[in-house]
C-alpha cells in the first residue's frame, strides 16, 4: 500500500497530534506523517514530532508569511492532506482553496452546533446532555465543512469544563484517525 502523504498544523499542546503519529506508525494507516507545523512558538506538541523523528517547522510568523513558507514546504513535500489539530488560526480563502478538499480539522462540539471557542463551557451553560466532537473538511467558513465523523459524549450533572474537555478529547483521539481511515476508504 502506497500512503499518502501529511501535515500536521498545530498551535498547542498537540495530544492529537501524537495520537494521529501513533496511528500512523501502522503499516495499515493510510497516511504517514511526513512534517509538523506549528504556528506558535510555544507550542508544547512540538516534542511530538521531535520524539518520533518528523521534521516540523515553527512558523511564529503572520499569515501572509505563515501561509507563504507552508505552502512552499507542502508542494516540496507531496503534502496530500492537512490535518488541523488545535490551530488556532483561520487560514485565508486563498490557501485553502489551493489545497481544496485537502485540509480537515477536528472540532469539541457536535457541528454545527457550537461553533467557534470555550466550546465545553457553552455546552455547560446550555445544559446540553450530549456533546461531542466533528472531523469535517474545511472550507472558506469557520468550523463549516463537510462532516467526516461524528463521536458523542454523555455530559453528567456534575462535569466541569475541564472534565468535559477531558472526555471529548478521549473521543477525539480514536474520531481523527477513524476519519482519515474514512476520508481514504479504509475499514
Ligand atoms: C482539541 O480539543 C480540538 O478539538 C481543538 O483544539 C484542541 C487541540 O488539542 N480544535 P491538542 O492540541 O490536540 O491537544
Known amino acids: 500500500m502506497v500512503k499518502k502523504n501529511a501535515c500536521i498544523f498545530i498551535s498547542g499542546t498537540g495530544t492529537n497530534l501524537k495520537s494521529i503519529i501513533r496511528n500512523s506508525r501502522d503499516y495499515n494507516f493510510p497516511i504517514n506523517v511526513n512534517l509538523v507545523i506549528s504556528n506558535k512558538r510555544n ?3 512540538i516534542c511530538f514530532a521531535k520524539k518520533f523523528s518528523i ?3 515553527i512558523l511564529d510568523v503572520n499569515k501572509k508569511k505563515f ?3 507552508a505552502r512552499k514546504e ?3 513535500r507531496k503534502i496530500n492532506l492537512i490535518c488541523l489539530a488545535g490551530f488556532m488560526s483561520i487560514l485565508s480563502k486563498n490557501f485553502i482553496r489551493n489545497f481544496n478538499g485537502q485540509i480537515i480539522n477536528i ?3 457536535l457541528l454545527p452546533k457550537y461553533k467557534g471557542l470555550n466550546t465545553f463551557k ?3 451553560d446550555a445544559k446540553e446532555k450530549i456533546t461531542g466532537c466533528t472531523v469535517h473538511f474545511v472550507d472558506e467558513k469557520l ?4 462532516a467526516i465523523l461524528k ?3 454523555w455530559v453528567k450533572k456534575n462535569d466541569n469544563a475541564k472534565k468535559l474537555k477531558q472526555k471529548v478529547q478521549t473521543e477525539e483521539y480514536k474520531a481523527y484517525s477513524e476519519a482519515i481511515r474514512k476520508v481514504y476508504n479504509f475499514s
Open 67 to 69: 501561509e507563504i513558507i
Open 151 to 153: 463521536k458523542r459524549v
Open 55 to 57: 521534521p516540523h517547522l
Open 43 to 45: 507550542a508544547t506538541g
Open 74 to 76: 507542502l508542494h516540496k
Open 107 to 109: 472540532h469539541p462540539s
Open 143 to 146: 468550523d463549516n465543512g463537510r
Open 122 to 124: 457553552r455546552v455547560l
